[in-house]
């Protein structure tokens, strides 16, 4: 078991040279050992891993097919805390069950040498009238800010799925370690979500979840769940565009990749094919993977060649889609047009530049797609409202600043 002292530690070291920290929810001891191998800095052992290997969707977990609790306290025991002594695992628990008292089983939980807990399955992603009904039966949010708040009085490590701020704040005043903004079951493959927000609409909710947390308490750890948010260019956007310091993927890191590689193997063998996986043309486009992989290849195609003209027009022709077809999925999945995704990319990229003490402004404008620097300098204005000299004199009164002495 490794103690929520030594866990905030080696988090806050990782976001401080990494940038950010993963979580991987696992739902086998196979997932578990090879999410940490690839660099995966805590687990969170919940039912909808259980329930995704078993071929079910993460909502599954919500169901009365088995008992939540014992299914996480089984699996755990069983196959994760044996092969992962230095690794923190945190206990999914479903607070709402009316066999458990909160207090004495979370000792059990700490006993099992579970690290800390995450409140999972979450009454926070059921609204209408069955979330009504649930509540009123007093299966509510506040149930599970109690286990947060016993886990923490306990000293076991606490993640808090949230979904507004206002949960935020209550998970915050709770003791919660990392808030996490769910943003709802994650989309691709199979079995992925098929209704979920633009990526742009999950910016804004974790702005809000996050800047609720600062509210409270400003060394809360800051991450989001899924969603529309599964690959690392989702998540690129996400940490220049809001605090986000972490990922937490449950589909992404299971599901995702195991339908694929289970798919393009047994096709290989059936046709005695050759699949190059490293081709992303034939990775994203073909295999039928559904009409948001078109929006993955174009924001793919962006992270790879910013710095060139890069039309839609081009991208629509290569995905045998028309341009129009392209920037209406491409709008409704991201949340924003094709153009603004792009310049918004550029510009950031533009400060990283700036950042990194590239040599001229005209340089950092070639640099990110823009050989006419006035066009370069009237767009960064419109997106930092600073123009690029503005920019850089205030980031070097910022580095003198922080310089002198007696500042810390």
């Given amino acids: 078991m490794v103690t929520r002292n030594e866990i905030l530690k080696r988090l806050w ?38 329930c995704r290997l078993r071929g079910r969707s993460s909502f599954t977990s919500y169901l009365c097919y088995g008992d939540s609790n014992a299914m996480v306290m089984d699996m755990g025991k069983n196959e994760l805390l044996p092969i992962l002594s230095d690794t923190p695992v945190f206990f999914g628990l479903s607070a709402s069950d009316p066999k458990i008292h909160i207090y004495d089983y979370l000792l059990e939980i700490q ?8 409140n999972y399955p979450t009454v926070s992603l059921i609204d209408g009238d069955f979330g009504m009904a649930l509540r009123e039966e007093g299966n509510s949010f506040e149930k599970e800010v109690e286990a947060i708040h016993v886990a923490h009085f306990l000293n076991l490590f606490t993640v808090a799925f949230v979904t507004d701020g206002e949960q935020a704040r209550q998970m915050a005043a709770a003791g919660a370690d990392v808030i996490c903004a769910h943003l709802g079951l994650t989309k691709g493959g199979f079995l992925g979500a098929k209704k979920y927000i633009s990526i742009n609409e999950a910016r804004k909710i974790s702005n809000e979840i996050f800047e609720a947390c600062d ?73 039928n993977w559904g009409q948001g992989e078109y929006v993955e290849f174009v924001k793919k195609y962006i992270e790879e060649h910013y710095m060139k003209e890069i039309r839609l027009k081009d991208l629509a022709t290569v995905a045998h889609v ?9 709008k409704h999945e991201v949340g924003c047009s094709f153009t603004e995704y792009l310049v918004r ?50 980031k070097s009164c910022q580095e003198g600043d922080s310089s002198k002495p007696g500042q810390m």
């Fill in 345 to 394: 990319y550029r510009m950031n990229k533009a400060q990283e530049m700036f950042a990194g003490r590239f040599s001229s402004c005209k340089e950092v404008a070639m640099n990110v797609g823009y050989p006419d620097y006035a066009q370069f300098s009237k767009m960064f204005k419109k997106y930092t409202g600073n123009s690029p000299k503005e920019f850089i004199q205030k």
């Fill in 215 to 287: 509210e409270v308490n400003t060394r809360i750890i800051k991450m989001i769940y899924a969603g529309p948010a599964n690959t690392p260019i989702d998540m690129q956007y996400m940490y220049q565009n809001t605090k986000c310091q972490g990922y937490i993927g449950g589909s992404t890191f299971d599901r995702i990749p195991t339908e694929r590689a289970i798919l393009n193997t047994t096709k290989a063998f059936k046709s005695y094919g050759n699949f190059d996986a490293e081709n992303p043309m034939i990775h994203l486009l073909g295999n």
């Fill in 13 to 50: 070291a990782q976001i401080k040279v990494n940038g950010h920290i993963i979580g991987t929810v696992a739902g086998s001891g196979m997932t578990a050992k090879y999410a940490v191998m690839g660099g995966a800095d805590f687990l969170l052992a919940l039912s909808a891993g259980i």
């Fill in 111 to 118: 006993e099992n040498r579970f690290s800390g807990i995450v």
């Fill in 322 to 330: 028309s341009e129009s077809y392209l920037s209406v999925r491409f």
